[in-house]
């Protein structure tokens, strides 16, 4: 039986099996030589059988349960960061085997960390170096483009195109942009300058940043809240998140529609919220606007590179906040940016 493989269970087989040999003789001794009192003899041997058991199953169990205790903290403190937690496996057992199976999967689970790791890192060093080989072609293109614009001024034709390739260099620069920013905040290259900041500023500098293109494409930018707002963040930072979730609302909202930036202060949080009326997110991409480059089948969109939400979600968490989106097909879309207000104890 494999369960007798265990020395300690082995062990106290042969214990039970022994007493209850022993009581046996015993008792059969008692029998065959008619002792006195025989019945009263065998109970008290009967009693102490039942003891001298129970003694042991009770230190056996005693034993397991300092043993499973010792494991369960060793796989606590590998749940909890300890790479290095192992479970003490050196005796032989059931148990024992299971817990080596255990060792070797966190053995497992650490090297695929590590290499996942090294991948990450590796992905992160290409696109740093990438984009960093893109600013200086993508500055000369854009000078040869406005030397060429200069000349275009009587050519109908060469003006549109030349309005058309500025537009095209600005979306690159505007992805290299957000793929260096994303890179710094993953590396932690970034530090977040936090000071006190009036929201109602910070918004109004958004309004007047989109203000030109709102206009121009039939659409209102409505804000709604205090002056007196307080908020501790990166006021470069922030502002760039919320630049590119309003952005994201123009993109996705017709002429005529209305994108409004509320914000509002709770007894532990500040809130902005971004709504629009726009076409809204299907159901099968609300769970996923938030990852890099993803594009949905579903999505009209042909300008955006998807890397706009995913820096404005990395951009918010770094400021310990929170974002939620809320959509509706045909009616629009919510995101709502969460801030817990610290407070000195």
């Given at each position: 039986?494999?369960?007798?493989?265990?020395?300690?269970?082995?062990?106290?087989?042969?214990?039970?099996?022994?007493?209850?040999?022993?009581?046996?003789?015993?008792?059969?001794?008692?029998?065959?030589?008619?002792?006195?009192?025989?019945?009263?003899?065998?109970?008290?041997?009967?009693?102490?059988?039942?003891?001298?058991?129970?003694?042991?199953?009770?230190?056996?169990?005693?034993?397991?349960?300092?043993?499973?205790?010792?494991?369960?903290?060793?796989?606590?403190?590998?749940?909890?960061?300890?790479?290095?937690?192992?479970?003490?496996?050196?005796?032989?057992?059931?148990?024992?085997?299971?817990?080596?199976?255990?060792?070797?999967?966190?053995?497992?689970?650490?090297?695929?960390?590590?290499?996942?790791?090294k991948s990450k890192e590796f992905l992160k060093n290409t696109i740093f170096d990438i984009s960093h080989q893109l600013k200086t072609p993508l500055a000369a293109l854009n000078i040869y483009n406005g030397i060429m614009q200069d000349e275009a001024e009587a050519l109908p034709e060469m003006k549109e195109f030349t309005e058309l390739t500025e537009h095209e260099l600005d979306r690159i620069e505007t992805l290299v942009q957000n793929l260096l920013k994303i890179t710094k905040l993953d590396a932690g290259t970034?530090?977040?300058?936090?000071?006190?900041?009036?929201?109602?500023?910070?918004?109004?500098?958004?309004?007047?940043?989109f203000s030109f293109r709102a206009e121009r494409e039939g659409k209102q930018i409505i804000l709604t809240g205090e002056d007196n707002i307080i908020l501790l963040c990166d006021r470069d930072w922030l502002t760039q998140a919320i630049d590119n979730i309003v952005k994201n609302a123009l993109d996705h909202t017709a002429e005529g529609g209305i994108i409004s930036i509320e914000?509002?202060?709770?007894?532990?949080?500040?809130?902005?919220?971004?709504?629009?009326?726009?076409?809204?997110?299907?159901?099968?991409?609300?769970?996923?606007?938030?990852?890099?480059?993803?594009?949905?089948?579903?999505?009209?969109?042909?300008?955006?590179?998807?890397?706009?939400?995913?820096?404005?979600?990395?951009?918010v968490e770094a400021h310990n906040g929170t974002i939620e989106v809320d959509s509706e097909l045909g009616r629009g879309t919510t995101f709502t940016?969460?801030?817990?207000?610290?407070t000195k104890l």
């Open positions: 039986m494999k369960i007798l493989t265990d020395r300690k269970i082995k062990s106290l087989f042969c214990v039970i099996l022994v007493c209850v040999l022993v009581f046996a003789l015993i008792s059969t001794l008692l029998m065959i030589f008619e002792v006195k009192n025989a019945a009263v003899y065998i109970f008290v041997c009967a009693i102490s059988l039942f003891f001298t058991i129970l003694i042991d199953l009770y230190r056996y169990f005693t034993r397991q349960n300092k043993t499973i205790e010792k494991a369960e903290a060793q796989i606590t403190a590998y749940i909890a960061g300890n790479q290095a937690a192992r479970i003490d496996c050196d005796d032989e057992g059931e148990l024992y085997k299971l817990f080596h199976k255990v060792n070797s999967l966190v053995s497992i689970l650490n090297a695929h960390a590590e290499n996942e790791l970034i530090t977040i300058d936090k000071d006190l900041e009036n929201v109602s500023e910070m918004i109004k500098s958004v309004k007047k940043h914000w509002k202060r709770f007894a532990s949080v500040i809130q902005i919220i971004i709504k629009d009326n726009g076409s809204g997110i299907h159901p099968e991409d609300l769970h996923h606007i938030f990852k890099r480059f993803y594009r949905s089948r579903f999505s009209k969109d042909t300008q955006g590179v998807g890397l706009g939400l995913p820096l404005a979600k990395a951009i940016i969460n801030f817990l207000i610290t």
